[in-house]
């Protein structure tokens, strides 16, 4: 089945560390995308990609950091310099403008 | 930056009646789309207009885009309790992109 996947489904992060988000398509799209959704709140832009080894940032890039070395995968690293990293990311792929597919999301709390 | 409004925040019906959500954009968009995320879940893709004026419906559903493809509304007729979830509208200003809008939660009461 096409899709797109992220994982962990999960995951505790501790003060002060780096974790990184996985986030896989084979639909064959060519841009993916990352969103955080803090609770009862909207989706905020963090880092999108048309193309392979090329991204650029969103309204909230701070603390973040992606790469795009296959046109599959597009993870997310939250750097300890994001200060308050709890939060349900999602990511999502789309061919140019059109429908945007997402993932299951990751649930992402500090501990 | 572009900034994408949506009005009423929250919205609780009793089940049968109608809803209608609203969707303000700061800029001109090259279209509009509509998402829906069900409690815990992520968003799913509903529709999506592109020209001016333009209305769709599904089912239920109805769907405007305004003549200055700045707004948008979102009309659910009778609502049922497999209507909860939040409404996003989203919009790419450019090729790519999308800027989603603050959403409105819809609780139906039975």
């Known amino acids: 089945d096409g899709g797109i996947t992220q994982s962990p489904k999960y995951l505790f992060r501790k003060e002060g560390q780096n974790v990184t988000l996985s986030c896989e398509q084979n639909l064959n799209h060519d841009a993916m995308y990352w969103y955080r959704q803090d609770p009862g709140q909207g989706l905020r832009l963090i880092y999108y990609?048309?193309?392979?080894?090329?991204?650029q940032k969103g309204d909230i890039a701070e603390g973040y950091s992606v790469s795009r070395e296959k046109k599959e995968s597009f993870p997310l690293t939250v750097t300890s310099a994001q200060k308050n990293p709890t939060a349900f990311y999602l990511c999502?792929?789309?061919?140019?403008?059109?429908?945007?597919?997402f993932g299951q999301g990751t649930r992402l709390t500090v501990v | 930056g572009q900034q994408v409004m949506q009005i009423p925040q929250y919205q609780h019906v009793q089940e049968g009646e109608d809803f209608t959500t609203y969707c303000n954009s700061s800029?001109?968009?090259?279209?509009i789309q509509w998402y829906k995320q069900r409690p815990g879940g992520h968003p799913v893709f509903l529709i999506q207009?592109?020209?001016?004026?333009e209305v769709k419906k599904q089912k239920r559903l109805t769907f405007q885009f305004g003549e200055a493809k700045k707004n948008s509304s979102l009309h659910i007729t009778a609502t049922q309790t497999t209507d909860v979830g939040t409404y996003f509208c989203a919009g790419p200003p450019g090729t790519y992109k999308y800027i989603f809008g603050t959403g409105t939660r819809l609780k139906v009461l039975a």
């Open positions: 207009l592109v020209k001016s004026g």
């Open positions: 999502a792929s789309s061919i140019a403008a059109d429908e945007a597919f």
């Open positions: 800029t001109t968009l090259s279209n």
């Open positions: 990609s048309q193309i392979v080894n090329d991204f």
